[in-house]
């Protein structure tokens, strides 16, 4: 889904809307670690290459010491989304297209069986408790936001659990992040700051001045993607149907659209089957 969702990026990063290509750094241990990752897909080849330490133009004697310790080095163009303009953009383009907004608490689907004739469970980890899916693992992320940093190289240790972006439209930069299975608090630990900024310490150097805070979410961990759907009985005898939509662990930006287009074909061919057009 995460590569369905680059010919969208790729759209995105052509408008003004805090998606942007930037380059990055990955440090695997081994071969095996790097076959491992996303970026082992046929389709990742055209976004990545492998370097040696030798490349790291800029780098201090540190951070090529750091860089040493890994076997394989990938430089990458990847897509950035910047939260704080993506977000508003995405939510003013619902708005454009006649999206409404209720903010309620649902206790079950069937409170919406008799309004609404399709139904998107978008309840991230909460799907647990929705949907009754014992397999989500809820997964607590915690990571640091650093302002007024001199521009970097953006990093990423799979070992360690760390990266290390730069956001040049919001002038930070974004140490994360924690990976805490079944653990729901989502007010933020000192220990976890600590430990972030100590990993990061070569690359972003702390001080209490530059670092402006901590932020918590809960990823909706699970073993795959849960596209599933299901069908309904409305009042009237009319079908309904229920698409779900979550499990994307710490993925939901990266495959959002590719999952919405996944949605999108299923909402189409089930309305061409009940001979109508959904008005989308
Ligand atoms: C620290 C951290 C770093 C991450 N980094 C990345 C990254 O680099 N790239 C990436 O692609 N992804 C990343 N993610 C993952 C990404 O943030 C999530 O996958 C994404 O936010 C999931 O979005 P969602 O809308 O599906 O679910 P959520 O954001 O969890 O939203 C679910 C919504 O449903 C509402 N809801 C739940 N139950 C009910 C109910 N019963 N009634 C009414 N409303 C309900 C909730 O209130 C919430 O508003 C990261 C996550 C964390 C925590």
């Known amino acids: 889904m995460c590569f369905s969702s680059l010919p969208y990026f790729s759209d995105l990063a052509e408008k003004s809307c805090g998606v942007k290509k930037i380059g990055a750094f990955y440090f695997f241990k081994t071969e095996a670690d790097f076959q491992k990752s996303g970026f082992n897909h046929p389709l990742a080849k055209q976004f990545i290459k492998k370097i040696t330490v030798d490349a790291l133009e800029y780098w201090t004697l540190a951070q090529k010491q750091?860089?040493?310790?890994?076997?394989?080095?990938?430089?990458?163009?990847?897509?950035?989304?910047?939260?704080?303009?993506?977000?508003?953009?995405?939510?003013?383009?619902?708005?454009?297209?006649?999206?409404?907004?209720?903010?309620?608490?649902?206790?079950?689907?069937?409170?919406?069986?008799?309004?609404?004739?399709?139904?998107?469970?978008?309840?991230?980890?909460?799907?647990?408790?929705?949907?009754?899916?014992?397999?989500?693992?809820?997964?607590?992320?915690?990571?640091?936001?650093?302002?007024?940093?001199?521009?970097g190289p953006s990093c990423h240790f799979p070992d360690l659990g760390l990266y290390i972006i730069h956001r040049p439209q919001n002038k930070d930069c974004i140490l994360g992040a924690s990976h805490q299975e079944y653990d729901e608090e989502t007010t933020a630990r000192f220990a976890d700051s600590e430990q972030l900024?100590?990993?990061?310490?070569?690359?972003?150097?702390?001080?209490?001045?530059?670092?402006?805070?901590?932020?918590?979410g809960i990823r909706c961990g699970?073993?795959?993607?849960?596209?599933?759907?299901e069908h309904y009985s409305r009042p009237h005898g009319q079908a309904g149907l229920i698409l779900h939509n979550y499990g994307h662990s710490g993925?939901?930006?990266?495959?959002?659209?590719?999952?919405?287009?996944?949605?999108?074909?299923?909402?189409?061919?089930?309305?061409?089957?009940?001979?109508?057009?959904?008005?989308i």
């Open 197 to 216: 900024l100590a990993m990061a310490q070569h690359f972003v150097p702390y001080s209490p001045e530059t670092h402006s805070g901590s932020l918590v």
């Open 66 to 151: 750091i860089a040493r310790a890994y076997n394989v080095i990938v430089q990458a163009e990847i897509y950035l989304a910047e939260v704080p303009y993506y977000r508003p953009y995405l939510w003013q383009d619902f708005l454009n297209m006649g999206g409404l907004f209720e903010n309620k608490h649902i206790a079950s689907f069937s409170a919406l069986y008799a309004k609404h004739p399709i139904i998107l469970n978008c309840s991230g980890w909460l799907s647990g408790k929705l949907k009754m899916d014992e397999g989500i693992v809820p997964t607590r992320g915690q990571s640091e936001i650093l302002i007024n940093m001199p521009a």
């Open 222 to 229: 699970r073993a795959d993607v849960c596209l599933d759907t």
């Open 251 to 279: 993925s939901g930006f990266s495959a959002a659209w590719g999952c919405a287009e996944h949605i999108l074909n299923t909402i189409k061919a089930s309305a061409a089957s009940q001979n109508c057009t959904p008005a």
